[in-house]
């Protein structure tokens, strides 16, 4: 999409389609957290059982994180960013890299805009650390199921 569409139509899109996927990821995460304690009860449980609770319970909180706070603001902050770049005239160029000598000039001459895209940047780095934190806590889930299959 972003090679076809304006800088602000793809970040329209991108801000509603991604707290329906971070939600959904809170979702699959806090379903397989309730799956796996249904049947493995607290008191029957070894080290690597504990251990894949506490994965899926890590899993579930930074989803849930990703979802509720650092999707939200990084959402808010594009379009606060996107109104000061109409503003200018910017934001109707094809592709994200295509203008990027007017977006760093409005970066050195609009404080505020300068605030927002370090905000922003900060937050989609948060973003993506949860979603990489979520990506090796299921990596290592399908590790486990893996090594027990013959006991599943």
Not at 3 to 25: A, D, V
Not at 99 to 121: F, I, Q, V
């Amino acid at each position: 999409m972003d090679n076809h569409l304006n800088r602000h139509t793809f970040g329209f899109i991108q801000s509603r389609l991604f707290p329906f996927y971070l939600h959904i990821g809170s979702a699959c995460a806090f379903f397989n957290l309730t799956i796996f304690a249904m049947y493995h009860p607290s008191n029957m449980l070894d080290d690597k059982e504990a251990f894949q609770i506490f994965i899926y319970f890590v899993c579930v909180t930074v989803a849930a994180v990703n979802a509720q706070w650092f999707g939200q603001m990084t959402s808010e902050i594009m379009a606060d960013m996107h109104l000061i770049e109409q503003a200018c005239g910017l934001g109707q160029d094809i592709g994200l890299s295509s203008n990027r000598e007017a977006y760093a000039k409005l970066c050195e001459t609009d404080h505020k805009y300068k605030k927002l895209s370090g905000r922003l940047w900060l937050y989609h780095m948060l973003s993506s650390l949860c979603n990489l934190c979520c990506i090796v806590c299921n990596g290592y889930s399908l590790y486990y199921l893996a090594e027990n299959l013959t006991t599943l």
